[in-house]
């Protein structure tokens, strides 16, 4: 960024995402703390260096890539929420909204503890995987793969350290702004594949090999490369095999070593197809080591200070760093290091840089003063050199003639192979290893792969294509945590679906309810399986009880499995006195959850007027009195007097109390 990018700590893009204070700096971006002031929720947002804005065809293609990478959503990668340009006065800014990772980097841990324990760079390493295997599924090369762009924050209940991989498809948006693949080598030095370097071909297999050069030095605290210049150390790539990290750390297992110098073989067909194959062998090696997952320490976010003023006089010049991160020009800027993404000269005509000038030759004169030294020294050399060849074809040479080259086998099937190396004068070990392409029964590659030397009667791993993984039959009622180690053996990544719970008669609530897709479909490794839970039994309805006795209601209720109580009295004029007239909750709520599923009763108050007519006014009172309701009688009654009338009418349903009009005579 320029030295003007401070001063956008508190602007307001596209009168939405406020930026805060600086988190990162790099060659082509600035990352700020943020707030997306609609949904009142913080964020990361990317500055693209002003120099971008202006360039069409990255523009463009950063809306592509920015596109692509939201459709990522994985537990492992950064999400990415948002994307525009803002433009204020002559001024535009292209900015990148993501997911905002409370914590650190790799590169944080790796500074504060100069390597990572096994178990930890293992744990680490799963998660980055996992992350890039997610991408490569989805068709997304990811291109930059360092420590920088593996962040780790908090995540879970009580908080852990998660690994979430960030910027993907930017270093192929940043191509796009004025650089042609054939001139330009993009991507940073220490984290090159050889085939970018070459070529600037970039494809799942390159990720696969900065992601070793990423383990390789999590296990040894630093890369296998360093170099002059920068163009010097991506050229190792090139010429120089990556060594064993037990060289730099020898308590590092032989299966482990084995993993990465895999990972990172300048043969890019050599390597595993992609970053799921890769995950799968990783998982396969800690299973055999019999290592636990350790838990990864998660580092207090640190904010940047702001960028030094701009120097006016040219500084020293530093053999680790080039030209500006992804500039499309060559100048003599300052830039950002071994560790930043950075844009090369590639040289033109040769793989390699060329060799040093050779030393000046002396003067004649001095060559015919030293002729016998000369002499005798070519006498001496030529001595040792036969005595030497003696000696080596004594000790190594009969060895030597006994090693064959190993055949070709990929394609073959099991048979086939192993009566090649047979032929060959070697013998051979079978390993099965899933594969999205190479069908079942087929060879993927030899170790030694084809071509390499071996020596007669050695033996040659065969790997043979087990085709590819298949969703593992998982029964109803199967536990979350066996179904989903059952799907991870398989070389396939399990995810819950929440949406597609549902209830169940027969499946336990918190059992597996299905699969999707179902057991025994075909996938590329590593590719999500989604498992939905059963809720339980389906919630019942409260059935109706209303006009029924309350001891008639109780026991309805209590069949259809509620547990009834007195909720209370109340009129109802349509129902008699004691039978129900509603419940809490009414007839037809259904009531979810487990345990006592409680439902209110209330009963009727209601009392039903009796006749009275033609009795003695005493018997009259006496039968309304016991009915719960009041005689009301009109004029002067004598104990003959006799009920002629009643208002209310016989039969009528009243409140209790009410009182009851008598016309008496005489």
Excluded: C
């Amino acid at each position: 960024m320029t030295s003007t990018e401070t001063s956008l700590a508190g602007a307001l893009l596209e009168r939405r995402y406020r930026v805060d204070g600086l988190l990162a700096r790099g060659g082509m971006s600035a990352v700020y703390r943020g707030s997306d002031t609609r949904l009142d929720r913080p964020v990361a947002i990317k500055i693209m260096d002003p120099r971008f804005a202006d360039d069409r065809s990255f523009v463009e293609r950063f809306e592509r890539e920015a596109r692509l990478a939201a459709k990522l959503h994985h537990p492992n990668v950064v999400t990415v929420h948002d994307q525009g340009v803002d433009v204020a006065g002559d001024r535009s800014h292209v900015f990148l909204v993501m997911e905002l990772v409370d914590g650190g980097t790799l590169r944080d841990l790796l500074d504060q503890r100069g390597k990572l324990d096994v178990p930890l760079a293992l744990s680490v390493a799963e998660q980055m995987l996992s992350a890039l295997s997610a991408a490569h599924q989805a068709g997304l090369v990811h291109r930059d793969v360092k420590p920088e762009n593996v962040l780790i924050g908090h995540a879970g209940h009580p908080p852990a350290g998660v690994v979430k991989v960030a910027d993907f498809g930017l270093v192929r948006a940043v191509a796009s702004a004025g650089t042609t693949s054939s001139s330009i080598i993009l991507g940073t030095v220490s984290y090159l594949a050889p085939e970018q370097v070459t070529t600037g071909a970039a494809g799942e297999r390159g990720d696969v090999y900065s992601a070793g050069i990423v383990l390789y030095e999590m296990l040894t605290g630093q890369v296998p490369y360093t170099g002059d210049t920068a163009i010097s150390v991506a050229y190792r790539h090139v010429n120089d095999d990556v060594p064993a990290p037990s060289a730099i750390e020898p308590g590092i297992p032989a299966a482990l070593d084995d993993l990465v110098l895999r990972a990172t073989r300048r043969d890019l067909q050599a390597r595993p197809a992609d970053a799921g194959t890769f995950l799968q062998e990783l998982r396969r090696v800690r299973a055999a080591l019999g290592i636990a997952p350790a838990p990864i320490p998660v580092l207090p976010a640190k904010e940047v200070p702001p960028a030094p003023a701009k120097q006016t006089a040219p500084a020293p010049a530093d053999p680790e760093q080039t030209v500006p991160a992804f500039s499309p020009v060559v100048t003599a800027t300052p830039a950002t290091g071994p560790r930043g993404t950075q844009a090369l000269i590639r040289p033109q005509g040769a793989p390699v840089p060329p060799p040093p000038p050779a030393p000046p030759r002396d003067e004649r004169p001095a060559l015919v003063r030293r002729r016998p030294v000369v002499l005798w020294t070519v006498i001496a050399v030529l001595l040792a050199a036969v005595l030497g060849t003696g000696v080596w074809w004594f000790t190594v040479g009969q060895d030597a003639a006994e090693t064959v080259a190993v055949p070709s086998l990929a394609g073959l099937d099991q048979v086939t192979a192993e009566k090649t190396l047979h032929d060959a004068g070697l013998s051979s070990t079978v390993v099965r290893e899933r594969h999205n392409t190479v069908p079942a029964g087929k060879v993927i590659a030899t170790d030694p792969m084809a071509g390499a030397s071996a020596k007669k009667g050695s033996t040659v791993t065969v790997k043979l294509s087990a085709g590819r993984p298949t969703v593992p039959d998982i029964a109803q009622g199967t536990g979350l945590e066996q179904a989903e180690a059952a799907v991870k053996e398989a070389g396939l990544t399990p995810q819950r679906d929440a949406g597609a719970d549902g209830y169940s008669t027969s499946v336990p609530a918190g059992k597996v309810l299905s699969v999707d897709p179902q057991p025994g479909t075909q996938l590329p490794i590593g590719s999500a399986v989604k498992i939905a839970l059963s809720k339980g039994a389906p919630p019942t309805p409260v059935p109706s009880v209303a006009g029924l006795s309350r001891d008639d209601a109780f026991q309805r209720l209590r069949n259809a499995g509620f547990e009834p109580y007195d909720a209370g009295t109340e009129f109802s004029e349509d129902v008699p006195g004691g039978s129900v007239t509603r419940t809490t909750p009414a007839a037809g709520t259904t009531i979810d959850g487990q345990g006592a599923k409680r439902v209110g009763v209330y009963t009727s108050t209601a009392v039903d007027v009796p006749s009275v007519i033609g009795r003695p006014v005493p018997d009259a009172i006496q039968l309304l009195s016991d009915a719960g309701l009041q005689a009301d009688v009109e004029g002067k009654a004598r104990n003959f007097s006799i009920v002629i009338g009643q208002d209310p009418e016989p039969g009528e349903r009243v409140e209790r109390g009410k009182k009851v009009k008598l016309q008496v005579f005489p």
